[in-house]
């Protein structure tokens, strides 16, 4: 067959009016297209003659006379001797005409459009799927190109309107055989069958081939087999716990297709999966911690594990963590209070009761121990300014003063071995301050002598008084000479060397 009998010009009817002699206008052609079926060619042919015919039918029936007039040789022509189509009608009325005419016209406005349905069957390969019911229609427009050939343009009409009716069936059928291919075809994507899902799209695609939604489905098919294998792989990984590896998987699906059903969902999971991983992890780590006594360690752990899911279990493990911390740090205030305790180290076991009460003021220990641990480090300070001076105790308030610590330090219970050691030395400067002490006193017989707060002893070349330990001071005047002023500090149970007071230098 050659190259001329597969292709064809389609025509396009045009309106011509009935009146007029001239020639119609040139017909309108579209691009050819070579058919895959030969049986379109011969479909196509025929319609297209048919269609030539109602174009150029006009021409042949305008003006149209009926001659009663004979021929010589006593007969009329008839049409076979003249060529020129004849009507046993009168000839017709311009009103006649004109209605002949606007049947006519109503008969190709509908041809016209039944060509177009035509055209766009066949870009939706119609021969693939409705062959036989294209075959069907294109019958009943041949039966009105019968008789249109008849003048009968309103039974034209309506076998046109008929052709037309079924083709736009077809069409309609065309469309929704299209989308149901491609909802075949995203359906076998989602259960993995390459073979049935590359067949509906290329049924799709044939159907209507500018389809975007075919095209990507196509080539979604092609990639199917490797999205397959990540899935497979990434549900693998992700029974043995390997959730990083499984969402490296799930994003390189993402990656080659972005329309895999369930991937971002999986991708969602999995995160939410490591995350739930990271967090219970941070969660053992944090009570590890807290049993080894690392508060420190353990509220890092629990915070972090907060920061991953801020849920209860997160923030009841970082209040234990507080609790368990103040109950440590009271724990060590208490220890360390009590070790200052048994040392008799009064100023830090206040110190170390008052950081517990800065903790907890309801700490019964520190409530009651406080104070007297005040009243333990005030006794043990005036215990200690009493033995290092002992010398004041001579004088009677200072001795008074010593007297009422020794009685108030006799009264605490247990007051242990450094307490007792000071009381009892203490009670032994009381009593040795108590008993006076024999003192010797030398001068000339010419110095006024004075014992500053004990007696005026005058003028004496030898006098002996009995002192308590202590400290004193004696002052010699004599008239014209220099006084003299001497520091005595009398020891208690020890004898005290003879003091010698005069006034020999004079003025």
Same mark, same amino acid.
């Given at each position: 067959m050659s190259e001329s009998e597969n292709d064809f010009d389609r025509i396009v009817p045009a309106a011509v009016e009935l009146t007029r002699n001239e020639p119609p206008p040139a017909p309108i052609q579209? $691009?050819? %297209?070579? =058919?895959? $079926?030969? =049986?379109?060619?011969?479909?196509?042919a025929t319609l297209s003659i048919a269609v030539g015919i109602v174009l150029f039918l006009p021409e042949f029936e305008a003006d149209v006379v009926v001659d009663d007039q004979p021929l010589e040789g006593g007969t009329r022509e008839t049409p076979e001797h003249t060529g020129i189509a004849t009507s046993s009608e009168e000839t017709l009325s311009p009103f006649e005409q004109a209605q002949r005419q606007k049947e006519r016209s109503a008969a190709q406005d509908i041809l016209e459009e039944l060509v177009e349905q035509q055209y766009l069957l066949e870009d939706m390969r119609v021969e693939t799927w409705g062959q036989e019911d294209l075959a069907a229609a294109l019958v009943v427009a041949q039966e009105g190109d019968d008789v249109f050939l008849k003048r009968d343009y309103e039974g034209a009409a309506n076998r046109y309107r008929e052709a037309r009716s079924r083709l736009d069936e077809l069409v309609d059928r065309g469309k929704r055989l299209y989308e149901d291919q491609l909802a075949q075809g995203l359906e076998a994507l989602d259960d993995g069958n390459v073979t049935a899902a590359r067949s509906a799209f290329e049924m799709a695609i044939a159907i209507d081939r500018d389809s975007s939604d075919a095209r990507r489905g196509i080539e979604r098919a092609a990639k199917l087999n490797e999205v397959l294998a990540l899935l497979a792989q990434a549900e693998e990984l992700t029974t043995?716990? %390997? =959730?990083?590896? @499984?969402? +490296?998987?799930?994003?390189?699906?993402?990656? #080659?297709?972005?329309?895999?059903?369930?991937?971002?969902?999986? #991708? +969602?999971?999995?995160?939410? @999966?490591?995350?739930?991983?990271?967090?219970?992890?941070?969660? /053992?780590?944090?009570? &590890?911690?807290?049993?080894?006594?690392?508060?420190?360690?353990?509220?890092?752990?629990?915070?972090? +594990?907060?920061?991953? %899911?801020? %849920?209860?279990?997160?923030?009841? +493990? =970082?209040?234990?963590?507080?609790?368990?911390? /103040?109950?440590? /740090?009271? &724990?060590?205030?208490?220890q360390a209070a009590e070790t200052a305790v048994a040392k008799e180290r009064w100023r830090d076991a206040i110190s170390e009761l008052e950081a517990a009460l800065a903790v907890d003021p309801t700490l019964l220990f520190a409530v009651d121990g406080l104070p007297v641990a005040r009243s333990r480090a005030m006794l043990d300070d005036e215990l200690g300014e009493i033995l290092a001076k002992p010398g004041r105790l001579s004088?009677?308030? &200072?001795?008074?003063?010593?007297?009422?610590?020794?009685?108030?330090?006799v009264a605490v219970e247990d007051g242990g071995l450094r307490f007792t050691g000071q009381l009892d030395e203490l009670e032994t400067l009381l009593e040795l301050y108590q008993k006076p002490v024999p003192v010797s006193f030398r001068s000339d017989n010419a110095t006024d002598v004075t014992l500053l707060k004990v007696a005026r002893l005058g003028r004496f070349s030898s006098q002996e008084l009995q002192l308590r330990p202590g400290f004193y001071t004696v002052v010699g005047a004599r008239r014209g000479y220099r006084d003299v002023r001497r520091e005595i500090e009398v020891l208690a149970g020890e004898p005290t060397p003879p003091i010698s007071i005069r006034c020999d230098e004079k003025i």
């Open positions: 579209r $691009p050819k %297209n070579r =058919l895959e $079926p030969i =049986l379109w060619g011969s479909v196509l043995e716990s %390997n =959730l990083e590896d @499984a969402l +490296a998987r799930y994003q390189r699906v993402l990656e #080659i297709d972005p329309d895999t059903a369930g991937v971002e969902d999986a #991708i +969602a999971t999995t995160r939410r @999966a490591i995350r739930d991983q990271s967090f219970r992890r941070s969660m /053992t780590r944090g009570y &590890a911690a807290l049993s080894a006594g690392d508060h420190a360690r353990a509220r890092s752990a629990f915070e972090r +594990a907060k920061r991953l %899911n801020n %849920n209860s279990e997160a923030r009841d +493990a =970082l209040t234990d963590v507080d609790m368990q911390l /103040t109950l440590a /740090t009271i &724990a060590r205030h208490q004088a009677d308030d &200072a001795y008074r003063g010593a007297a009422e610590v020794f009685r108030r330090g």
